[in-house]
């Protein structure tokens, strides 16, 4: 925001609450309430005016108070931010992020607890990143508000605590990019956001197993590194998607797709994919454990793909 | 809070009787059921008095009246005097030939699409003409409209050449949008018509940001900017959330946008009063604290009235005001639609109060230009759509190498392939063979 004065942020709460994770925080202490503005509780018509604000110059970042909240926006964000630049002909860009916290938290209850990476997949027009760490939340916020495609920046709402040391000098990641977490040579591990934290703690366990996971962090959903995914593919031939989408048409699905697709012949075993079950995520937190894909189940997939 | 002193309520300009529309006004309360349209003089007068019984604005700004009616009634007294028109000479041959072009463009449109040269849904705007011009002719170029799928005339209106918009029906690549967006979605960055939309209510937002991005422009980035973005939407869009969300927005904000509505009673075969509960839109304006005027949308001086007073409160920085328009459209709602649900008798009353025949009397009645001059634009305007059809024959279709093109506006976003190499530097990007 500094260095660009167009940029500028709305959503709900984001000025003088500072966010509802206090993403925000202090930022319309420094830059008004203008350039953080406060927005009434209307995701369509905010995200709608953040698209019209982008048409005309500005470089909108509308937060999502959870994301699944952005569902009243998929108007918007799937016919305006997606379609416009084709449909002008190329005549108006919309760099614009659409970001906010998502995923399974703790015991949220089902509709603050979606996944909307895979519903906005399909979308033409987008892309769409996850973070994972602070020091990708970064460089990937950075790319893409410098971006000028739409972007749609999914955070997690239980990643917000962690603590890291990242660099002092400007860096930018790439939004086009997945993120070597382990190299390894047994199995390719292929994972996003939170699940990302579990398959590290499987990992563990697999180690003092005499196993030698690859974990690839995908961070970009939309559209898939093959480059990195197939090296690795080449490499392993065994790959488990771990991922904290429903089962059905979620990111998994869609990375298994373009895997068989395009490296069929270098997997020794099927693809294995590890999702959440396809319930609304109940309250009871032993259901909700189950829902998601656990570290055990993880290492059991592991075990089992390696035989 | 937006109800300063400033705003005042302009009533229904019907009705004060004017020597325009006082034969109109029995006929019409003959033909249709009182309640059912609110276009007649006695409503006119029902309006008023309803005004002052619930909307507070009304009641602090009843003896305002507006100013079309004063003039009008100074040219009852003196019609000779060329000083009490509403518009100069130079103006009136603008307006004339601006509704003249909406008008004669969408019949060959009608045209074309009959003998199968453009396809899909083609919505027409023929009737509507004076809204288009009464208001987008006092625009500057950097001022935004944005509009929704009855486009045609709204980008016409705004400058955008007539080659570029029928090239763009005919989904050629010399379109105002390369082809790419058809007729419902004409946009164009060196004339700031910012679409276009298919779905109703969808632009609103868009118009709202686009006015955002005015303010914010003044207020942060401190430049001179005094640019406001009209919305051009109908009747059925009124009963949307996004255009109520909008409403709240821009009044609290005080974004520089002018709310139009072109009310033509129908959204396709819904009638208006059968999907609202409180027909009169104009009233929820000063719901969300910004003025509501309804207006003539058959007449463009009235209209233009409307709109300059409209337009200068928000460039002044005064904030939005919403328009309502009574309008109709000749045609059904696309050119699919059988049109057999409205009364042969509404269209048959509305086809005698063509705004383009009005104006056209109005000019010659004043004295403001000649009978030939009228006929030497209609000749010219005829030249100029029929060169707009020529050209767009003339222009190429697509190449397979466009439809790639324009998704995303920095191409690495179709991502890294297997070969680490962007997609899009792949030959067959360009080629638009690539599988991405």
């Given at each position: ?11 709900e ?26 927005t ?38 799937s ?5 416009l ?21 703790r ?20 892309q ?34 962690l ?9 930018v ?52 590194d ?7 593919v ?7 998607i ?9 990111i998994g ?12 012949d ?42 | ?26 006929f019409?309360?003959?033909i ?8 007649s ?37 003196s ?7 509403l ?5 009136g ?33 023929n ?33 955008v050449?007539?080659r ?6 005919f ?15 004409m ?47 109908g ?16 009044a609290l ?23 609202t ?7 929820k ?23 300059i ?45 063509d705004?383009i ?6 000019i ?33 279709v ?10 995303f ?9 297997p ?18």
């Amino acid at each position: 925001m500094d260095r660009d004065p167009r940029v500028c942020v709305m959503g709900e709460d984001v000025g003088h609450y500072g966010g509802s994770y206090k993403v925000t925080k202090g930022l319309a202490d420094k830059y008004g309430d203008l350039r953080v503005l406060d927005t009434p509780i209307a995701e369509n018509s905010f995200t709608g005016m953040a698209v019209g604000a982008a048409m005309t110059g500005l470089r909108p970042i509308v937060e999502g108070m959870n994301m699944g909240f952005l569902l009243l926006a998929f108007n918007q964000i799937s016919d305006n931010c997606g379609m416009l630049h084709y449909t002008s002909g190329g005549q108006f860009t919309i760099p614009t992020v659409i970001r906010g916290p998502g995923g399974v938290g703790r015991q949220l209850g089902a509709e603050h607890s979606q996944r909307l990476e895979s519903y906005f997949q399909s979308i033409p027009g987008i892309q769409m990143v996850a973070c994972s760490t602070p020091y990708n939340a970064k460089g990937l916020m950075k790319a893409a508000i410098r971006s000028e495609n739409p972007v749609v920046l999914f955070e997690h709402v239980l990643l917000y605590n962690l603590k890291e040391r990242i660099p002092d000098e400007e860096y930018v990641l790439s939004l086009e990019e997945a993120e070597m977490v382990r190299p390894g040579e047994h199995v390719t591990i292929l994972t996003y956001s939170r699940m990302r934290y579990h398959v590290m703690q499987a990992a563990k366990t697999l180690v003092n197993k005499g196993y030698d996971p690859e974990v690839i962090d995908i961070r970009s959903l939309k559209p898939f590194d093959l480059y990195t995914i197939g090296n690795s593919v080449k490499k392993t031939h065994r790959v488990i998607i771990v991922e904290e989408c429903m089962r059905t048409g979620g990111i998994g699905a869609s990375l298994t797709a373009a895997i068989n697709e395009n490296f069929h012949d270098y997997l020794d075993a099927p693809i294995v994919c590890l999702s959440s079950q396809d319930v609304p995520t109940p309250y009871a937190g032993t259901l909700e454990e189950w829902t998601v894909v656990q570290p055990a189940q993880i290492v059991a997939a592991v075990e089992q793909i390696c035989r | 809070m937006a109800c300063s002193a400033t705003t005042r309520i302009i009533h229904n300009p019907l009705a004060i009787s004017s020597s325009r529309s006082a034969e109109k006004s029995d006929f019409s309360c003959k033909i249709l059921s009182p309640s059912s349209f609110w276009g007649s003089a006695s409503l006119g007068k029902k309006l008023l008095s309803v005004n002052k019984a619930i909307s507070p604005i009304s009641r602090r700004s009843a003896t305002v009246v507006a100013v079309s009616d004063v003039v009008k009634e100074k040219k009852l007294k003196s019609s000779s005097s060329v000083s009490n028109l509403l518009i100069t000479k130079e103006e009136g041959l603008v307006l004339y030939e601006d509704m003249v072009l909406g008008r004669a463009f969408e019949d060959m449109c009608a045209q074309m699409y009959y003998r199968g040269k453009m396809f899909g849904f083609v919505h027409l705007y023929n009737g509507q003409e004076a809204v288009s011009t009464g208001f987008i002719k006092l625009l500057k170029k950097e001022d935004c409209v944005v509009s929704t799928y009855r486009d045609h005339v709204h980008a016409l209106s705004k400058g955008v050449p007539a080659r570029q918009v029928m090239s763009e029906l005919f989904g050629k690549t010399t379109g105002c949008c390369r082809g790419q967006g058809g007729s419902m979605h004409m946009f164009s960055k060196e004339h700031n018509v910012l679409g276009g939309f298919a779905f109703i209510g969808e632009g609103i937002p868009v118009a709202t940001g686009a006015a955002f991005t005015s303010k914010y422009k003044r207020e942060v980035l401190k430049e001179d900017c005094d640019e406001v973005t009209l919305a051009f939407f109908g009747d059925g869009t009124c009963n949307n959330g996004q255009f109520f969300e909008c409403l709240n927005m821009a009044a609290l904000w005080k974004l520089p946008i002018v709310f139009v509505v072109e009310n033509n009673l129908w959204a396709i075969g819904m009638s208006h009063l059968r999907a609202t509960s409180d027909p009169e839109i104009w009233k929820k304006g000063p719901a969300f604290g910004m003025p509501g005027v309804h207006v003539d949308g058959m007449d463009v001086l009235k209209v233009r009235e409307v709109a300059i007073e409209a337009v200068g409160r928000a460039r002044r920085g005064e904030g939005p005001t919403l328009v309502e328009c009574e309008t109709y459209r000749f045609r059904g709602h696309s050119l699919a639609d059988p049109d057999e649900l409205r009364d042969p008798a509404e269209k048959a009353h509305y086809a005698t109060r063509d705004p383009i025949t009005a104006l056209k009397k109005y000019i010659l009645e004043n004295k403001l230009a000649s009978e030939a001059e009228l006929k030497a634009i209609e000749k010219k305007i005829d030249e100029v759509v029929e060169d707009s059809v020529e050209f767009a024959d003339k222009s190429p279709v697509p190449a397979r190498s466009q439809l790639l093109e324009n998704v995303f506006a920095d191409p690495r976003g179709f991502g890294i392939g297997p070969d680490g190499k962007y997609r899009c530097e792949d030959p067959k990007f360009t080629e638009g063979t690539a599988q991405v």
